[in-house]
C-alpha cells in the first residue's frame, strides 16, 4: 500500500471510537443461529441455580438483572432466570 506524507492522521478523519465490546461471557456469542439457538434452548432447560450458573453471573449481571431497551429493540429485558420462549432474534 502507498504511503503519502500529506495524509491526514487517521485520528483527524475518523475522531470518535470506542473500546470494543466486553461481553464478559461467551455463550451469547456464537458461530451461527444455529448455534446461539441452540445455547438459549439449554438455557431455558436449566432450572433455578443451574441456569444461574449458565449465564456465567458477573458483578454487574446476573440471571436474576433486567436490562433496559437497547437499541433496535421495543423494550427491555426480562430477567433471564424466568426466561421462556424461543429464542430471540440473532
Known amino acids: 500500500m502507498p504511503y503519502d506524507d500529506d495524509a491526514p492522521p487517521l485520528a483527524d478523519l475518523m475522531p470518535w471510537s470506542v473500546a470494543p465490546p466486553r461481553l464478559g461471557r461467551g455463550w451469547p456469542t456464537a458461530p451461527d443461529d444455529a ?3 441452540a445455547r438459549w434452548e439449554a ?4 432450572a433455578g441455580a443451574e441456569r ?3 449465564f ?3 458483578r454487574a449481571r446476573t440471571a436474576y438483572s433486567a436490562v433496559g431497551q437497547l437499541p433496535g429493540r421495543p423494550g427491555g429485558t426480562e430477567k433471564l432466570i424466568r426466561a421462556s420462549g424461543p429464542c430471540p432474534e440473532p
Open 56 to 58: 456465567e453471573p458477573t
Open 52 to 54: 444461574a450458573a449458565l
Open 43 to 46: 438455557l431455558l432447560r436449566a
Open 35 to 37: 448455534c446461539l439457538r
